[in-house]
């Protein structure tokens, strides 16, 4: 069942920045590709504390420890304080990827034309899983052991929960009018942070009423989908 998401709680507008690729949070700080670099915002004070020159067009994850970045065909590993790459791995279906997130030991990362999630082995770079979408995949997020995504196309966007072993739709809300979604990631309060694909800004909204199931943790039981499966 479809249902309009809710409106942006805050938007945090961003200075020289002309467009924000992938976003996550290590808990403090939102990082956010713009592009040529990696950054670092406190969504406190809505300013940025650290902003890496790493190449960082799409897809960007924490595991905790690491910042995964999407770049171009490459999958880098960096370490958050340095911005040094710590090692790359070539990332599934090369270039044209979008949004990523980490969860269950994975790399969940999004391909925007082939309208594909890949589930990926962050050590080996090996494809666990295939999911297929009918729209365009934008961001990546995992919330109270539900995979989310965005969509994105001239249409505008859509955030969905899906089922992690078979890309079925769970849910799904309509992003406002005139919204385009890159990266989401969960804030693990019950909100979404939000890259807007158009501008240098960066928004947060509550997850849609009646669209998020009680918090319990995910099931991956199962074989992966068939990679030739479209």
Same mark, same amino acid.
């Given at each position: ?30 990082? %956010? ?52 790459? *710590? ?6 279906? !090369? ?9 269950? !030991? ?38 109270? /052991? ?27 809300? *309509?992003?406002?009018? /005139? ?12 909100? %979404? ?38």
């Amino acid at each position: 069942m479809s249902q309009d998401c809710t409106e942006a709680l805050r938007i945090y507008r961003l200075k020289d920045i002309d467009v924000v690729h992938g976003v996550t949070f290590d808990g403090n700080r939102v990082w %956010f590709a713009s592009g040529s670099h990696l950054n670092a915002l406190d969504p406190g004070t809505g300013h940025i504390q650290v902003s890496h020159a790493v190449p960082a067009n799409a897809g960007t994850a924490f595991d905790g420890t690491h910042i995964y970045q999407l770049s171009g065909p490459e999958i880098l590993k960096i370490e958050p304080v340095s911005g040094e790459v *710590i090692h790359g791995l070539h990332a599934p279906a !090369g270039a044209g990827h979008s949004g990523m997130a980490w969860a269950e !030991g994975s790399l969940w990362i999004g391909h925007y034309a082939e309208r594909r999630i890949y589930e990926v082995d962050p050590a080996s770079g090996e494809v666990r899983r295939i999911l297929s979408s009918d729209r365009c995949v934008t961001g990546v997020s995992w919330a109270m /052991g539900e995979l989310w995504h965005a969509t994105g196309d001239p249409e505008g966007s859509d955030l969905r929960r899906i089922d992690p072993r078979s890309g079925a739709i769970l849910g799904k809300a *309509i992003a406002p009018a /005139g919204t385009h979604i890159s990266g989401i990631e969960f804030d693990g309060k019950g909100q %979404f942070y939000f890259g807007f694909a158009d501008k240098g800004a960066i928004g947060l909204m509550a997850i849609p009423e009646g669209a998020a199931p009680a918090r319990h943790t995910a099931d991956l039981s199962g074989p992966p989908l068939d990679p030739d499966v479209t």
